[in-house]
């Protein structure tokens, strides 16, 4: 009952005083997010095992359902590639109806977490461990890629066994796929981050290179056929499921909630002092868990919030709840508008994990933070800027700065070369007028 009275009392806060020029901003920042989520629901929906249109349901049920129940306003939710991890391999085992039927039991475990009030749970976990789960995850998901990147076939349930199979079964690259996801990786590692705030790198690459491919015609595997309709032919019926796989599958949807739940919740920690406001983390729990149990029966996998697409709706104005549900509506169009054009797209290019190479381009720019905070420089509260939150990862550096005017905790700074960090803490001053600062850096 808590949670209903507190999801009113949200509710009534959030759109208090709601107009025109509120709507508009959750328009534009719903457009400029689904341009992010459009590429990345594709990649993941292939690289989970599943399909493309199987990503793409995802985004646009777990867009709307998610947003409408989730614990704070900016909270977008949708296939992250943390989640591929797990499903490829269930995948591979089960097949979709078991991918279908682990969501669907992983989201009545959040609900039931989410009750029993389960949110705090994610603080008390060390960050060396949410730090190792999640570098663990990255390399499974980029041995899982392989096979699309290199246009190969391998055997194997586990990516290890997959990998040691191109040395049992051969290995002969398609070198035309090749160039593709290497132009693609190309391309987002250099687009300029001028334009990255209205064209995402990840979109960008996808149509230069669909634009080439139309011309050349390269003997590469696609996408293939996406279907103009919610309701996939290969979606989940309570009626149909198979009880007999139940606890087979108990552990995997487990993994899933599991993973569920770091990473919203993580999500919603780190983007709620990018808006200066707390998640309630039971009700995300809820909300997750929701989206999770009806996700299946359209077709899709499971979901969970996404920094990456949370910070973008942030950073782009997002007012309310209904940013997320702008950017679902954004997808759904684009379902039926654009579905011969992602039907062509190569799966070798969607093989690139989007997720790692922005991580790439993020840890050059920490490394310059690195090596000026090692040198001793001080920082300028004359370059001063908007902070911005790049992840769920955190690292803090402690500097001295010697600003034009008072600052306090949750001021935001910006260095030239360095990118754009906020003051965690602030201390005494020195003799020399200088205070000592910890510098959070999300990357």
Known sequence: MHL????VSDLKEEFSGYNGKKLSKDLMSGITVAAVALPLALAFGVSSGATAAAGLVTAIIGGVIISIFSG?????SGPTGAMT??????????????????????????????????GRVIYY???????????GIALIIALGQLDNFFGVTSSGDLAITKVLSYFTNGFDPNWEAVAIGAAVMLIMIVWPKKLNDKIPSSLAALVIVLIVCHFLNPDVETVGQIPKSLFLDDRLSLKGMNMAQFWD???????????GMIESLLCGASAGKMKKEELNADRELVAQGIGNMIIPLFGGIPATAAIARTSV????????????????VILLLSMFVLSPVMSEVPL???AVPHAAVKELRDTV??????????????????RAAEAVEKGSVQVNYVTCVKPDKPVSAGDTITCRGLGKCVLDSVGAPTKKGRLPVDIRRYI
């Open 365 to 382: 720019s920490s490394l310059r933070l690195d090596n000026v905070l090692a040198a001793g420089f001080s920082l300028s509260r004359g």
């Open 249 to 259: 599958l108990f552990v995997p949807a487990l993994s899933i909630a599991a993973l």
């Open 85 to 118: 991890a797990i499903l490829v391999t269930l995948a591979s085992k089960y097949g979709m109806q078991g991918i279908l039927t682990a969501c669907f039991i992983a989201g009545i475990i959040l609900v039931i977490a989410g009750i029993l009030r389960l």
């Open 125 to 135: 976990i060390p960050s060396s461990v949410i730090t190792g789960f999640t570098s």
């Open 4 to 7: 209903v009275k507190d999801y």
């Open 72 to 76: 704070a306003s900016f909270q977008i």
């Open 348 to 350: 070798s290019a969607l």
């Open 313 to 328: 709706a942030i950073k782009s104005g997002c007012q309310t709840r209904i940013t997320g549900i702008f950017h679902a």
